[in-house]
């Protein structure tokens, strides 16, 4: 088993592992106060679950990043409950037809809000690609933009 141990590390832990002296610690015991001594400085706080309230999508943030970010700071909170989860994602999105989506068919999970949230920015990224498409076809085929006569103009060109 104890040659087995520093396969379960990852990281920083196993960095630390690998620079122990050969035959320095004496007992799991031993090595336990000095993982605990080494890693208590980097240990993080959890975070109340009232500061997920503060997150906001920022102007120019995509939704992408802010589902990134949102759910990093979730992390950092210590037993959240999923509908204070769900009010707190509402209350920083930006995307007013979003919202409007969500409300129609309300995510009872963070899970179910991220489905909906993944289908939503692919249906985002479909309108984007074909704007982009046209906006291609028009700047190669300039004569297209060019307005027809309205009907209010006579024939003689006026």
């Known amino acids: 088993m104890c040659r087995a141990f520093p396969t379960t590390l990852k990281g920083p832990a196993r960095v630390w592992f690998s620079k122990i002296p050969p035959s320095s610690v004496g007992s799991f015991e031993e ?3 000095l993982f605990v001594n080494n890693f208590i400085g980097g240990q993080r706080h959890k975070r109340s679950s009232s500061s997920l309230l503060t997150i906001e999508q920022g102007e120019n943030e995509s939704m992408q990043l802010f589902i ?3 759910n990093r700071e979730a992390l950092s909170v210590d037993e959240v409950d999923n509908k204070l989860l769900l009010a707190a994602f509402y209350n920083g999105i930006n995307s007013d037809l979003f919202i409007h989506k969500l409300y129609k068919k309300e995510p009872q999970t963070m899970a179910e809000l991220v489905h909906s ?3 939503f920015m692919n ?3 479909a309108i984007i690609a074909k704007k ?6 028009m700047e190669a085929h300039p004569a297209r933009l060019r307005t027809r006569p309205s009907s209010k103009e006579g024939t003689d060109g006026r």
Request: aromatic share 6%.
């Open 31 to 33: 090595l336990s106060k």
């Open 68 to 70: 990134t970010r949102f």
């Open 117 to 119: 949230t993944q289908n």
């Open 123 to 125: 249906v985002e990224d």
């Open 132 to 137: 982009r498409k046209r906006v291609k076809r």
